[in-house]
């Protein structure tokens, strides 16, 4: 397991259930404050664009610390047209994290936090803070990263948030990851993470329903025509990382060297519905400098844990 230091760094706010929330980059507002997730998820019943990463995990449904990590969790993305509050419609981007399918994930009590030992921090860098032609090499990758990252670059990635991403009772919040490691200068910008969201989520919605979702940006720097919209939604990569934290851990008298290790990955809706367009059959272009995204947040989807 990473060695996991107790450095942290303050949180983001946790909003209330049944509420929509997005963190606006720049460029005009996302989807509606009264949108429901299952409105939402209604847009991706027949999506364009899909891609689904396996990787291991831990048994959040078993004691803090672990003794092992746990195969079968997995990364959803999905890009598909949806209707927007003005009549138009845009290209949205949804992505989830799914539990392995015989893990009974812990139910929320009336307090509306988890009878659990586990709290998780999620972080998402979004594919416009890479460098010029980075997400080109990108295009194949399984989600590890691997292909296209070095080595020291992703094990950098995965002690920052080992570090700074994880949940802290004091504050109610999780840390934020977003400072590019100095291992990671030559694939992400100069300009460090500037489209960057970090939440702690309640467990029972690691079934695969949506942590977060983007829409392109129509302002200026965002994509001249449809066309390029879908491009950069379809060829764009996420940057994830997941901190698996303990509950309390100050108080868990847990070693640093059991602490779990974060999970790092890299998204990419690869699976091109049939009828839909495949933008890598045509030139690949560069993602910086064209588009930006909003980053919404579910709301929904998180729950403030009392002490």
């Not at 060695?3 to 509420?19: V, Y």
């Not at 980059?25 to 998820?41: H, N």
């Not at 999620?122 to 295009?139: C, I, M, N, R």
């Not at 109610?172 to 992400?188: F, I």
């Amino acid at each position: 397991m990473k060695r996991a230091s107790l450095f942290l760094a303050s949180g983001f706010t946790l909003l209330n259930q049944a509420t929509v929330a997005y963190c606006e980059v720049t460029g005009q507002t996302g989807i509606p404050s009264d949108t429901s997730v299952e409105e939402w998820e209604s847009f991706f019943s027949q999506p364009n664009a899909t891609g689904s990463y396996a990787f291991d995990g831990y048994n959040i449904s078993g004691p803090y610390p672990p003794t092992g990590t746990l195969s079968g969790w997995e990364a959803t993305i999905q890009i598909a047209n949806v209707s927007g509050e003005d009549g138009g419609s845009y290209l949205g981007t949804s992505i989830g994290i799914k539990a392995p399918r015989d893990l009974e994930l812990p139910t929320a009590n009336s307090s509306r936090s988890n009878e659990s030992d586990w709290h998780i921090c999620v972080a998402f860098w979004d594919p416009l803070d890479f460098k010029e032609g980075v997400v080109d090499d990108g295009q194949d990758d399984d989600g590890s990263c691997s292909s296209f990252l070095s080595e020291e670059c992703i094990q950098a990635i995965q002690r920052r948030a080992d570090q700074f991403l994880r949940w802290d009772n004091r504050t109610q919040g999780c840390g934020d990851a977003r400072t590019v490691p100095r291992e990671c200068e030559d694939y992400y910008s100069e300009r460090g993470i500037e489209n960057s969201s970090s939440f702690g989520t309640n467990l029972t919605v690691l079934d695969g329903r949506p942590l977060m979702s983007g829409r392109p940006d129509t302002g200026p720097r965002g994509p001249a025509n449809e066309d390029e919209s879908y491009e950069k939604a379809v060829r764009g990569i996420w940057t994830v990382m997941i901190n698996w934290s303990g509950s309390d851990p100050e108080s868990s008298g847990t070693d640093e060297d059991d602490m779990p290790g974060s999970s790092v990955l890299c998204l990419r809706a690869r699976n091109i519905t049939q009828g839909s367009d495949e933008p890598n059959a045509g030139a690949r272009l560069g993602l910086n400098g064209i588009s930006t995204l909003l980053i919404m947040v579910f709301t929904s989807s998180f729950l403030t844990f009392w002490v």
